[in-house]
């Protein structure tokens, strides 16, 4: 991206970021911000956790004061992918609001999810993860709000669908707005380089021949690929020419990717009927996928057979995808091409260590900070993320490594590429590098007890075998699981699982203490970890329980995580006031 387009991109995404900063705490006027802020949740328990959190944040003053914020939980039972979510959503929203529905503008924010990619978003959310920037300090959720602050003044009553771990910038031209003001769908779309477009949803445009591309574009799609193959980008016609230079690409082709889309009301009307017709969902349905390629004049109905980016097959999928395509056939999809524009993913650690200590591109589009709301994170911690969290000035953080929501006491030191999360780490400590460590607090016989998790940025935590027997073939800090279990005098006991004994997994294996403080439990799992990584033996305690990292979330003590966040924010306003 040349520097123009550059600078167009973090002007534009700095007055998107005032102009929620001066909504944040206020009382909203008509028209100023959406009517409903709707978030979803995977299960009752993370629906919970969720109003416990934004009802803080609006008693915080970090939220606009006046919309209706919602969050709405996947019905118990087996899993129906974010667009089952979408449509349990709009039932919901249609149960509480009834006819005045029909004049709402809602953004529904899909944030269900374990986020097994992120630990240390699996227990409070991934639409709260911290950013390094804002005051008070920005959370996924208030950036989600602000990169679309301009959007329900500029729309028809409806709903905008979004995802929460991703983000993005985009420019216009002076004057101009991006408006969603047409019947049916209408859908943001960014220039990718083909390889982008295979792992996205890739809108297929009229062909046309142009000289040069403006900032900001309507369109009308003729239809929608779902993760297409290169091949099959270029044969259905996906695919532009860059002659003079696209304002963010250098490819000499690209395609058109998808982000974030709109539905007008009577297009959601007809998907809420259609849950009524379906009744209780058993099968993953998603937004993007099974609901755009129905849309466009040149949909066909083939893509309903297509089972090959599903995670679980049903029996009932392809039934449930052709009444989807006969309900929204014929429905358009309108394109808002937005040719200055980022598309950002953070979903998992690497990804979450790469743009908020690496990435100088992201950093200064959004003006990110070295450390955010945290005490003695000084500059020689350079190329780091500190944020939310009470240093010792003694430590030391190498590059490429966040922190956030802890306490570092005095000498303790941090390698590179690392994450720890919600820890207190005792004085003369060392964490070494490519770790992610996080300790949840979490009741185990009706106390309070603390667990930290910790794991590899690249252990595979989805990765399963079918049962504990096959223990050798899961890696962990690129060990064998088998030989771990041997660093921690384990290899003669057979390892436990939680939950479904026929899918073992790092997400569900019984391998970390339950300890009596946040100090201790620590310090314990970092011998451990040491321990694997150094080739020496370090048992955890006798007659320790170990729990899993599913069992944690099932076991999960909120209020008291809560509670020791807001002590740490005291703690850090406080020595901020007397420095």
């Not at 500190?386 to 003694?394: G, N, Q």
Request: net charge negative.
């Amino acid at each position: 991206m040349n520097q123009a387009c550059s600078r167009k991109l973090q002007t534009a995404t700095r007055e998107k970021l005032r102009k929620l900063n001066s909504l944040r705490g206020r009382e909203i006027l008509p028209g100023e911000f959406w009517d409903v802020v709707a978030v979803t949740a995977v299960d009752g328990s993370q629906k919970e956790a969720y109003e416990l959190q934004i009802r803080e944040k609006v008693d915080g003053k970090e939220l606009p004061v006046g919309a209706q914020y919602k969050v709405f939980s996947d019905p118990p039972g087996c899993k129906i992918g974010n667009g089952g979510s979408t449509l349990y959503a709009l039932q919901q929203l249609n149960d509480i609001y009834g006819k005045a529905l029909s004049n709402m503008r809602i953004i529904l924010i899909h944030a269900g999810g374990f986020s097994q990619r992120m630990p240390s978003a699996s227990a409070l959310g991934k639409i709260f993860m911290p950013l390094p920037l804002g005051n008070p300090i920005y959370q996924m959720l208030e950036l989600k709000l602000a990169m679309y602050v301009d959007f329900p003044s500029q729309m028809k009553p409806g709903f905008l669908v979004t995802c929460a771990d991703d983000i993005e910038l985009y420019s216009i031209p002076e004057g101009e707005r991006v408006s969603f003001d047409k019947p049916g769908f209408t859908a943001l779309a960014h220039p990718s380089p083909l390889s982008v477009g295979t792992t996205h949803g890739v809108f297929v445009l009229d062909p046309r021949e142009r000289s040069s591309y403006p900032e900001m574009e309507n369109a009308s799609c003729l239809c929608f690929l779902h993760k297409p193959s290169i091949d099959e980008m270029q044969d259905s016609g996906a695919v532009c020419t860059n002659q003079n230079g696209l304002f963010s690409m250098s490819d000499s082709e690209f395609v058109y990717t998808d982000s974030t889309y709109y539905m007008d009301f009577k297009s959601a009307k007809s998907l809420l009927n259609l849950l009524n017709e379906l009744g209780p969902l058993n099968c993953e349905i998603d937004a993007y996928g099974d609901f755009l390629q129905a849309l466009g004049p040149k949909a066909t109905i083939e893509y309903t057979k297509n089972t090959a980016n599903v995670t679980k097959e049903e029996s009932s999928l392809v039934e449930i995808r052709q009444k989807i395509f006969h309900l929204l056939k014929g429905m358009p999809l309108n394109v808002i091409l937005l040719n200055n524009s980022k598309f950002y993913h953070i979903g998992t650690t690497s990804e979450y260590l790469f743009h908020l200590t690496e990435d100088e591109a992201f950093r200064g589009e959004l003006d990110l900070l070295s450390s955010a709301f945290s005490v003695n994170a000084n500059e020689n911690f350079s190329g780091c993320c500190i944020m939310y969290s009470v240093l010792d000035p003694s430590c030391s953080v190498e590059a490429g490594s966040v922190v956030e929501y802890s306490r570092l006491e005095t000498g303790v030191s941090v390698g590179g590429g690392s994450i720890i999360s919600s820890c207190w780490v005792s004085p003369g400590l060392s964490v070494p590098a490519g770790v992610f460590m996080h300790t949840l607090c979490v009741t185990h016989q009706k106390q309070i007890r603390f667990v930290t998790v910790f794991f590899g940025i690249k252990d595979n935590l989805k990765q399963s075998v079918a049962s504990p027997a096959y223990v050798e073939e899961l890696e962990f800090f690129g060990l064998n699981l088998a030989k771990c279990l041997s660093h921690w005098g384990m290899e003669n006991e057979r390892l436990e699982f939680s939950g479904d004994s026929s899918n073992c997994s790092l997400w569900n294996a019984c391998l970390f203490p339950v300890c009596s403080e946040q100090q201790s439990s620590f310090s314990v799992s970092l011998r451990m970890l040491q321990a694997v990584l150094s080739g020496s033996t370090s048992p955890p305690p006798r007659d320790t329980t170990l729990m899993s990292m599913q069992d944690c979330l099932q076991c999960k003590n909120l209020e008291e995580m809560l509670k020791l966040k807001r002590r740490l924010h005291h703690d850090i306003k406080q020595r901020k006031l007397s420095i």
